[in-house]
Nanobody, 121 residues
Framework: QVQLVESGGGSVQAGGSLRISCAAS????????MAWFRQVPGKEREGVAA???????RYADSVKGRFTISQDKSENTLYLQMTSLKPEDTAMYYC???????????????WGQGTQVTVSS
């Protein structure tokens, strides 16, 4: 089992920056791929950024050049640095992990509870 706990969400004005974190615990050596997803009410969960054990990353087109995913393996923590934030980035952001290579596909077995990011214009 793997537990994921997100933190760092909040409210920011458009153009601002925010970094959210995801602390992983449990049987973390089994994890190959981790990712950030986001969801707004009434819409499907959207893959934002993913990173695998080797450090390869994938990004949604909507966030390329603005968001950066990274991981601190020693701390078992995943980060998402968000810059040039837009109102349309407002969503609940979820951390996900799996031993399989889902990248931006929302089929992960482990999910966090989410952290809210709100961007005002």
């Amino acid at each position: 089992q793997v537990q994921l706990v997100e933190s760092g969400g909040g409210s920011v004005q458009a153009g601002g920056s925010l970094r959210i974190s995801c602390a992983a615990s449990g049987f973390t050596p089994s994890i190959y791929c981790m990712a950030w997803f986001r969801q707004v009410p009434g819409k499907e969960r959207e893959g934002v950024a993913a990173i695998d054990r080797d450090g390869s990353t994938r990004y949604a087109d909507s966030v390329k050049g603005r968001f950066t995913i990274s991981q601190d393996k020693s701390e078992n923590t995943l980060y998402l640095q968000m810059t040039s934030l837009k109102p349309e980035d407002t969503a609940m952001y979820y951390c996900a992990a799996d031993w399989r290579r889902w990248y931006l596909i929302p089929s992960y077995v482990y999910w966090g509870q989410g952290t809210q990011v709100t961007v005002s214009s």
